[in-house]
């Protein structure tokens, strides 16, 4: 389904039946990266995945800018409002985690808990690249790089994607939601990250809040999450030994399993027994 306004469609999907869960993913990703989650959970809950404006099957028109972080939780509370739902869990991976940590900070009361996978909280990725992409330089390079994408969305990071340790499958998704992404999204959406630090806010997110990092995580620091956990005061971290940056794809029935049993001990979901991620 689409919700248009003058700069974006922004595409969702509504699946599932009980309490509502808004579901924010990360960078270069879309909607469809929770499928296995919502496959799991769908009889229990009411999931609302949305492709972020830049992102997925969302399109930007071509001469608007992307959204920065506080740019996108406003998009995602805005569409909370419009679709007349006040979620009981709001989830996000990587980019989304911070996402959903800046809903949290701008409109505490609109949800319950929150549930964040490999989140980005104080800007920074490994290998100090955030301080790269945040420098004048970077942002100069970015702001210059258009021409560039098409060959950055080529055939080549598409040889690249199978290194990442997934399956055919997620290698597939992976690839094509990189290529479905606008340059506008792209750009605004690194240099966000970079400019926002959530680090003086956490203390103030009152909310239960799930994190799950992977210990290999080599694309956001495994410090960002386990940061988040320990100052929110009611946060609860948990850690995937063998997981890298996507723990539902990697570890898939140990996440879904994670999620559920997180909701179950905040009477979000009932208790019962999960089909097979």
Aim: net charge neutral; with cysteine.
């Amino acid at each position: 389904m689409m919700i248009s306004n003058r700069t974006v469609d922004l595409y969702y999907e509504c699946t599932g039946d009980g309490p509502d869960a808004l579901l924010i993913h990360g960078w270069a990703s879309s909607g469809r990266m929770w499928k296995r989650l919502t496959s799991a959970l769908s009889h229990a809950q009411r999931f609302w995945s949305v492709d972020l404006a830049g992102f997925g099957a969302s399109v930007l028109s071509p001469d608007a800018l992307g959204l920065d972080i506080a740019g996108h939780a406003a998009t995602m509370i805005d569409f909370c409002e419009q679709q007349r739902i006040r979620p009981k869990v709001v989830m996000g991976h990587s980019m989304g985690g911070m996402i959903a940590l800046k809903m949290a900070v701008m409109r505490p009361d609109l949800m319950d808990t929150l549930v964040l996978a490999s989140p980005t909280v104080t800007g920074r990725f490994v290998f100090n690249t955030h301080q790269l992409v945040g420098s004048d330089v970077g942002r100069f390079v970015m702001a210059n790089s258009k021409k560039l994408w098409e060959v950055a969305q080529s055939e080549m990071f598409k040889q690249i994607v199978p290194m990442l340790l997934y399956s055919q499958r997620e290698s597939e998704r992976i690839y094509d939601d990189f290529k479905r992404m606008s340059w506008q999204g792209a750009v605004t959406g690194l240099d966000g990250i970079t400019r926002q630090n959530l680090a003086p806010h956490l203390e103030k997110i009152k909310q239960p809040a799930l994190v799950i990092v992977g210990a290999n995580d080599y694309t956001v620091p495994p410090d960002e999450g386990k940061l988040a956990a320990a100052m929110m005061p009611k946060g609860k971290l948990v850690e995937f030994r063998a997981s890298h940056h996507q723990p539902l794809d990697e570890e898939p029935e140990r996440f879904v399993e994670t999620v559920r049993s997180f909701l179950r001990e905040q009477n979000i979901l009932p208790h019962t027994r999960i089909k097979h991620a």
